[in-house]
C-alpha cells in the first residue's frame, strides 16, 4: 500500500520568501516520488520527480525536492518566490514507476506581493 | 501534437441521465488514466488502461466504465449519474513505466443535479 500525506492545504508566502511544501509518502518498496502543479483551471504539469537516482532533485521553474527516506520526506522548496507560483501543487507516490499514482490532496500556495 | 485532449469541457447533467467523457491522445502512448478530483481529496484514480483492449480498476471505480479499443482513445462512460459524481474529471497518459511522466488533459467540469 502506498499514500502521502501534505501538510497544509493552504500556504502564504511574500514574493521573494523561501518556498517549503511539505509531503510525506508512506510506501511498501523503494517509491517513485512526484510533485505537480496545477494552475487555475488548466490539467497538472509535471514539476520534478525522484527515482532513486540523486536524493536532490530539480525541477522547472527553479523548484528543487530532496529525499529523505530515514523521514519518509520529499519536500519541494524555491529559494525566492516569484508571483507566477501562486497555483496548487501536488505530492504523488508510485511503486511502479509511472503507473498508479497516489496522490495528496494538495497545497495551495498564494503569494503576496 | 496536440497532447491530451478532453470533451466537453463543461457539462451538467440531471440524476439518472448517462453520459460519455471523451479522451484522446496524439503521442502514441499505451498507457491511459482517468482520475477524478475533489476539493480537499486530490486526485484520485478511476481507471487505467496498459493498451488496448487492457482496462483495469483504480481506486473509486463504481459507476464508471471504460473501454479501450484505439491507442488514441479512452473514453469514460457515465451509465446513470448521481450528484456523488460530480467533480472535475482529467485524462492522462504516459508512454509506459520508463517514460515517468503522465501527461494531463485539460479537465472536464461535471456537474450532476
Known amino acids: 500500500a502506498q499514500s502521502v500525506t501534505q501538510l497544509g492545504s493552504h500556504v502564504s508566502v511574500s514574493e521573494g520568501a523561501l518556498v517549503l511544501l511539505r509531503c510525506n509518502y508512506s510506501?511498501?518498496?523503494?517509491?517513485?516520488l512526484f510533485w505537480y502543479v496545477q494552475y487555475p483551471n488548466q490539467g497538472l504539469q509535471l514539476l520534478l520527480k525522484?527515482?532513486?537516482?540523486?536524493?536532490l532533485v530539480k525541477g522547472i521553474n527553479g523548484f528543487e525536492a530532496e529525499f529523505k527516506k530515514s523521514e519518509t520526506s520529499f519536500h519541494l522548496t524555491k529559494p525566492s518566490a516569484h508571483m507566477s507560483d501562486a497555483a496548487e501543487y501536488f505530492c504523488?507516490?508510485?511503486?511502479?514507476?509511472?503507473?498508479?499514482?497516489?496522490f495528496g490532496t494538495g497545497t495551495r500556495l498564494t503569494i503576496i506581493p | 501534437n496536440a497532447g491530451v485532449t478532453q470533451t466537453p469541457k463543461f457539462q451538467v447533467l440531471k440524476t439518472g441521465q448517462s453520459m460519455t467523457l471523451q479522451c484522446a491522445q496524439d503521442?502514441?502512448?499505451?498507457?491511459m488514466s482517468w482520475y477524478r478530483q475533489d476539493p480537499g481529496m486530490g486526485l484520485r484514480l478511476i481507471h487505467y488502461?496498459?493498451?488496448?483492449?487492457?482496462?483495469d480498476q483504480g481506486e473509486v471505480p463504481n459507476g464508471y466504465n471504460v473501454s479501450r479499443s484505439t491507442t488514441e482513445d479512452f473514453p469514460l462512460r457515465l451509465l446513470s449519474a448521481a450528484p456523488s459524481q460530480t467533480s472535475v474529471y482529467f485524462c492522462?497518459?504516459?508512454?509506459?513505466?520508463?517514460?515517468?511522466?503522465?501527461?494531463f488533459g485539460p479537465g472536464t467540469r461535471l456537474t450532476v443535479t
Open positions: 504523488a507516490v508510485s511503486q511502479f514507476g509511472n503507473e498508479k499514482l497516489t
Open positions: 510506501s511498501s518498496v523503494p517509491p517513485y
Open positions: 525522484y527515482t532513486s537516482a540523486a536524493t
Open positions: 503521442m502514441n502512448h499505451e498507457y
Open positions: 488502461s496498459v493498451g488496448a483492449g487492457i482496462t
Open positions: 492522462a497518459s504516459h508512454g509506459g513505466s520508463g517514460s515517468l511522466e503522465q501527461y
